[in-house]
């Protein structure tokens, strides 16, 4: 099968080498589309791969039914709808790493360059005036310089202002003072951030609770004289809050790489000969451009392949060493889901997973996701994948709950899934066996051992001398041929239920005679 990639942003045919080199890839690039465009044309395609000038809007989801991958050349995703990618089972790559060296330096540079007013010098020498005092500029050693998010670029940006014998203090929810003191800078809350530094960068992505973070309240925390800087995103830092502190003094600089709208013209910042700034440029380095582009198109050719991304926005992150381990669970937990949805007469309310042995130590939200899809596309279809299927279920009102527990009853590694309806609880438990693979062991009460593949014919009866041949000679008589047969009881004379594996499926006709023989209670035809 070969999938068609459509490239609607500039990227350097080095960076989309990956995609050139797959065998099962062909590669389209037409920049400069307009919405229109992009809305008729990407009905055709099954991935799309963007920088940040390309908005990938709800609408651009509705008109692509093709598609399965969404690559962002960079880092920043708030071009892209990622709500309606999840709701459309749209996988969204980005590359997290390839620009961090980039937007580092620039960040440093743009620091300097604030710090010595060095564009407003050039400026004047360009306008032929020799001004040495109105250029008098200040100096980075011993100032405190504060980090407001320290992701990568954060983190890189730290490094090199320790270089320049800087004192550093920094914020990030995810900053521990283990791990402050080993970088040998500070730890702190914003406020503290805000209110000790000479010098604030701000490196978080631009979300709902980052969108106007360095506001006019956060102005009147820092010192006066503060000079700030955003090589991140524009949004963070609200830009008529910071004129307001400009025009009063309270901030002696600025300087800007990104903006609230871009591109920008006219913009009363740019008046201020206070501000430097830069038309985003933070990632605008060959070295970064080229980077970022094979890393995400390597993402894209491995999604497509059926392998799993690196760099996941719309899902959670993996580690490579714990997705290696879990991985040969995914088709042994998708099948359990999706037996387990057949034996339900209702819609589900509530979806349980409990994880015991080994897998307890493991991180298992693949697994999960991968159950949920199983259980859902009985009532979704093939509209449901590992992206949508936890949102799906929350819009449905399914609860999902993930339990572990080391306790495995004799085997290495067991997953149970159970299903709660407003009637009835039902639940099936299965592993894998070394060298044999997937195994169904459990269903509801009943001990069993059966592949999980195939069309399968689960009969609920009275455990009474002749039942299993009333059973045989009835599917006979349909000439289907039986498998493997599998019986569980609770009982001697009990109830039991009886596992068969057939040829062919069973139609609704033949589980009606079924269902009319003597000491039948209930039959149910299952395909995985």
């Avoid at 330096?105 to 005036?129: D, F, G, N, V, W």
């Avoid at 059926?306 to 993996?318: K, Y």
């Avoid at 040969?328 to 007469?345: D, I, M, N, T």
Wanted: charged share 25%.
């Amino acid at each position: 099968m070969t999938f068609r990639i459509l490239i609607s942003d500039p990227l350097s045919e080095d960076g989309i080498f990956p995609l050139r080199e797959a065998d099962n890839i062909e590669v389209v690039m037409e920049t400069d589309l307009t919405n229109d465009q992009l809305l008729e044309r990407i009905k055709d395609f099954d991935g799309l791969l963007v920088r940040s000038q390309t908005q990938v809007t709800k609408e651009v989801f509705a008109h692509g039914e093709k598609l399965k991958v969404i690559g962002r050349a960079g880092v920043g995703v708030d071009n892209i709808d990622l709500e309606a990618a999840t709701e459309a089972g749209v996988i969204v790559v980005n590359a997290p790493d390839g620009n961090t060296n980039s937007a580092a330096e620039h960040t440093m540079a743009m620091l300097m360059s604030l710090a010595r007013k060095i564009p407003q010098a050039y400026y004047a020498l360009k306008q032929e005036r020799w001004d040495r005092k109105s250029h008098v500029g200040v100096e980075l050693k011993n100032k405190t310089l504060g980090i407001v998010g320290l992701g990568r670029i954060g983190a890189e940006v730290a490094t090199r202002a320790k270089g320049q014998r800087m004192n550093v203090i920094a914020y990030d929810p995810f900053l521990t003072e283990e791990k402050a003191e080993n970088m040998g800078i500070e730890c702190g809350t914003i406020e503290e951030v805000l209110k000790a530094a000479d010098f604030i960068t701000v490196h978080t992505p631009l979300l709902k609770e980052t969108k106007h973070l360095i506001n006019q309240d956060a102005f009147d925390l820092m010192k006066d004289s503060v000079r700030v800087i955003n090589c991140a995103r524009g949004g963070i830092i609200d830009e008529d809050a910071l004129y307001e502190a400009i025009m009063a003094k309270k901030v002696a600089g600025a300087a800007l790489d990104v903006f609230e709208e871009e591109p920008i013209s006219n913009h009363k910042l740019l008046e201020l000969p206070e501000v430097i700034a830069t038309p985003h440029l933070g990632a605008s380095t060959v070295e970064a451009q080229e980077n970022v582009a094979i890393d995400v198109s390597r993402d894209v050719v491995n999604i497509l392949s059926g392998g799993v991304p690196q760099n996941p926005v719309n899902l959670p992150a993996v580690p490579q060493d714990i997705m290696s381990e879990i991985e040969p669970y995914f088709h042994l937990s998708e099948k359990l889901g999706a037996f387990l949805a057949r034996l339900v007469e209702e819609a589900a309310e509530e979806i349980n997973i409990y994880y015991a042995g080994e897998l307890s130590e493991l991180e298992v939200a693949p697994l999960t996701r991968n159950t949920v899809k199983g259980v859902l596309k009985r009532y979704l279809g093939d509209h449901v994948n590992d992206v949508n299927a936890a949102y799906l279920a929350e819009k449905k009102s399914i609860i999902i709950n993930e339990n572990k527990t080391s306790t495995t009853k004799g085997f290495t590694n067991l997953i149970t899934v159970e299903v709660k309806t407003k009637s009835e609880t039902r639940k099936v438990a299965g592993t894998l066996l070394n060298g044999y693979g997937a195994r169904i062991i459990k269903v509801d009460n009943y001990r069993v051992d059966v592949i999980p593949e195939g069309h399968m014919v689960l009969v609920h009866h009275k455990d009474q001398p002749g039942a299993i041949g009333r059973v045989g000679t009835t599917l006979a008589k349909d000439n289907i041929n039986i498998a493997t047969m599998q019986v569980g009881r609770s009982d001697v004379g009990g109830d039991a239920i009886m596992m068969l594996t057939v040829d062919k499926q069973v139609e609704q006709t033949g589980l009606e005679l079924l269902k009319e023989l003597e000491d039948i209670y209930k039959v149910t035809a299952v395909t995985l």
